[in-house]
Structures are given as C-alpha cells and as structure tokens.
C-alpha cells in the first residue's frame, strides 16, 4: 500500500515557475514507477511524464518537453515536478501516481494509486 501526498501547486503568471512535490508513504517506495498527470475541468486525466524506480528513465509528453522535468530522491519517498515556462493551458489539477513496475507507462489505468491532486493556476 502507497499514500501519496502532493504540494507545491498556486497561483503563477505565465512564463513563470514551479516546483511540485509527490511524498509517498511506505518502505517500498524505491520500487515504484511514479507517474504525474493532469486534469483540467471539462477535459480527461492527461499524462505529464513519469519517471522509473532508479530515475534512470523517464518519459514526458511532447507539449512538456523541454519545459517540465521528473526527478525523485527515493531516500526522502518524494518524487518532484519541475516546471517552468508555464502556460496558461497548464492551469489543471496535477496528480501523482504510483505503479510497481519497472517500466514508465503513460496509460492512467496502469497506475495502482493516486495522490489527491494539487492545483496549479497560470495566470496570463
């Protein structure tokens, strides 16, 4: 069992920055795909990028390229998102995710559990 705990999200001008935080409960956190996705109203759970057990690899989707970064410290159970050069069309509800796989999905329905979301705002 994993409880994932996400912060970081507000309020920020376009072109602007911020850095959101996954922290995971649990011993076997080291063995977890982490995934991160958004969701904005209206509009189905959209995949951000994921990253594998040992961070080695990691996925994105193309409009994040280049803009948004994956990282994790599996000593501190947290998995981070950087992002910068912020879009208004980022403004959505930002999830982690969590799949014990060593592989890096994009598909939601692969992950076995689920932050509470945070939001994240892009003022233009």
């Known amino acids: 069992q994993v409880q994932l705990v996400e912060s970081g999200g507000g309020l920020v001008q376009a072109g602007g920055s911020l850095r959101l935080s996954c922290a995971a409960s649990?011993?076997?956190?080291?063995?977890?795909?982490m995934g991160w996705f958004r969701q904005a109203p209206g509009k189905e759970r959209e995949f951000v990028g994921a990253?594998?057990?040992?961070?080695?690899?990691?996925r994105y989707a193309d409009s994040m390229k280049g803009r948004f970064t994956i990282s994790r410290d599996n000593a501190k159970n947290t998995v981070y998102l950087q992002m910068n050069s912020l879009r208004p069309s980022d403004t959505a509800v930002y999830y982690c995710a969590a799949e014990l796989t060593v592989l890096v999905h994009r598909n939601p329905a692969a992950y076995d559990y689920w932050g509470q979301g945070t939001q994240v705002t892009v003022s233009s």
């Open positions: 990253i594998n057990w040992t961070g080695g690899s990691t």
């Open positions: 649990g011993r076997t956190f080291s063995r977890y795909t």
